[in-house]
């Protein structure tokens, strides 16, 4: 290990680990949209989700695979994979089409719904400070989004239902707290691997044949970057507090515009940069106030911060 890497603290460690992983979450986008311009969503897909087991076989069978089996709440389980399958089909559905920045400012939504849904699936109080940050993630979204008959194309309405389902996985994930991330993390994997094998064989392109063994090596690395990039996220997490790391996944957004320019020419359109803004603040302004609360409500009942639901 290098000598500036050792000589970092746990949270200057966190940091770099949550920069490195947002950096392979954009270049996993990135690549995928390029792939899809060639393959079929149901063959990325799927070859994605192999490759991903590949990654997280062994390490659930070290930890303890039998733990796979015994999952909490099983319809939960079914409907936070549904979701995320759906998410996963709708941003290749829409990167297909659109800049790489466009569709990721509307996925960088998704904790904005989390935040407005939170009081009606999870019983939270929200109260009109983060209502009013909300309603400005709203306007965000609908001046990105430039409502009308020419910019309401199919894209971009898969990108808005896209980021929804991202946010219901969200909630999902917030009632399985107690459910480990590899295993969260399997059953998304095998949801979405059968979706892939379901869209192969009902489109008519469903299996694409590979041009070369470059090009599958590239369709397997988005599963494993993918995981990589869940990994150092979740190591991020354990080495700094989240509120010194969790606002860093905004960075996205920069790789994403970088990653657009450099591989297929794309610009941000003025709209885009205004809504992007409002959702970045209110999103950030959403998650500060949610963390102060948390604080706030462990210290009144002398509990670890992790503790306060």
């Known amino acids: 290990m290098p000598n500036f890497i050792r000589q970092l603290s746990p949270t200057g460690l966190g940091v770099a680990v949550m920069l490195l992983g947002m950096l392979l979450f954009a270049l996993n986008d990135a690549m995928g949209k390029w792939l899809v311009s ?89 109260g009109w400070r983060r209502w009013t940050a909300i309603a400005i993630g709203f306007v965000g979204v609908l001046i990105a989004l430039k409502p009308s008959s020419a910019s309401l194309t199919p894209a971009a309405l898969f990108s808005i239902l896209g980021s929804a389902a991202f946010a219901f996985m969200m909630l999902s994930g917030r009632q399985l707290r107690n459910t480990p991330d590899t295993v969260l993390a399997f059953w998304q994997i095998i949801g979405a691997a059968l979706a892939g094998i379901v869209a192969i064989a009902v489109t008519p392109d469903g299996w694409v044949p590979l041009k070369s063994g470059f090009d599958l090596s590239l369709l397997a690395l988005l599963g494993i970057v993918a995981m990589a990039a869940h990994m150092l996220v979740n190591r991020a997490l354990k080495l700094a507090d989240a509120a010194t790391v969790a606002p860093l996944q905004y960075t996205l957004l920069l790789w994403a515009v970088v990653f657009g320019w450099l591989m297929f020419g794309d610009i941000p359109q003025p709209s885009i940069v205004i809504g992007a803004g409002l959702i970045v603040l209110s999103g950030l302004y959403i998650f500060f106030r949610e963390n102060a609360l948390k604080r706030r409500l462990a210290t009144a009942a002398n509990a670890p911060l992790e503790d306060v639901v």
């Open 38 to 126: 060639t393959y079929s969503l149901g063959q990325v897909i799927l070859i994605r989700s192999a490759a991903a087991l590949i990654v997280l076989v062994p390490i659930l069978w070290r930890a303890n695979i039998s733990s796979v089996l015994r999952v909490e709440r099983p319809m939960l389980q079914a409907s936070r994979a549904m979701f995320s399958t759906a998410e996963l089909f709708c941003f290749y559905f829409a990167v297909k089409a659109l800049p790489l920045a466009d569709v990721m400012t509307y996925w960088l939504a998704a904790p904005i719904y989390v935040a407005a849904l939170s009081p009606f699936l999870l019983g939270e109080k929200v």
